[in-house]
């Protein structure tokens, strides 16, 4: 009899371990099954509303007479200079239009949407090192790189 005791005995301890085993695996089970519907679609693109470009359908969807409106909704940090590095040259965004310096970020009140296609923004680095010479007299921010629509 007591043999059938012991053996009883282990059989409760051993599903009262799976149990807590159970019940440990259970909150990561909950997290991987409600990551799956965060999965971006099959084919599509995810919205990040921190891109470095904006497209032509995003440009279009904007109700705007210049760029400089459809920049400011879309992506207004872009605008934005921040302090400057230098107490002798100014710090500014610039505008470059299809690869040459078309002027200061309040360029972009005088471009019409209709004719771009793409609008892209390039850190101080990158800007520098692509385009050489738009530092001449003053301290590059950033760049907004606009492409006009070939016809």
Same mark, same amino acid.
């Given at each position: 009899?007591?043999?059938?005791?012991?053996?009883?005995?282990?059989?409760?301890?051993?599903?009262?371990?799976?149990?807590?085993?159970?019940?440990?695996?259970?909150?990561?089970?909950?997290?991987?099954?409600?990551?799956?519907?965060?999965?971006?679609?099959?084919?599509?693109?995810?919205?990040?509303?921190?891109?470095?470009? #904006?497209?032509?359908?995003?440009?279009?969807?904007?109700?705007?007479?210049?760029?400089?409106?459809?920049?400011?909704?879309?992506?207004?940090?872009?605008?934005?200079?921040?302090?400057?590095?230098?107490?002798?040259?100014?710090?500014?965004?610039?505008?470059?239009?299809?690869?040459?310096?078309?002027?200061?970020?309040?360029?972009?009140?005088?471009?019409?949407?209709?004719?771009?296609?793409? #609008?892209?923004?390039?850190?101080?680095?990158?800007?520098?090192?692509?385009?050489?010479?738009?530092?001449?007299?003053?301290?590059?921010?950033?760049? #907004?790189?606009?492409?006009?629509?070939?016809?």
């Amino acid at each position: 009899m007591e043999t059938r005791r012991t053996s009883g005995a282990r059989t409760g301890r051993s599903r009262l371990r799976y149990a807590r085993q159970i019940l440990l695996a259970l909150p990561l089970l909950v997290l991987l099954g409600s990551s799956l519907g965060c999965a971006p679609p099959p084919g599509g693109q995810t919205f990040r509303p921190n891109s470095n470009v #904006i497209s032509e359908e995003d440009i279009r969807a904007v109700p705007a007479s210049n760029l400089f409106d459809v920049v400011e909704r879309l992506r207004p940090l872009w605008l934005r200079a921040g302090p400057s590095r230098s107490a002798n040259l100014p710090t500014e965004v610039v505008v470059i239009m299809n690869d040459m310096y078309f002027g200061p970020v309040e360029s972009l009140r005088s471009i019409s949407p209709e004719a771009v296609f793409q #609008i892209r923004y390039m850190d101080s680095a990158g800007a520098t090192a692509q385009f050489p010479g738009i530092e001449a007299s003053r301290h590059v921010a950033g760049a #907004i790189i606009v492409r006009i629509a070939r016809r």
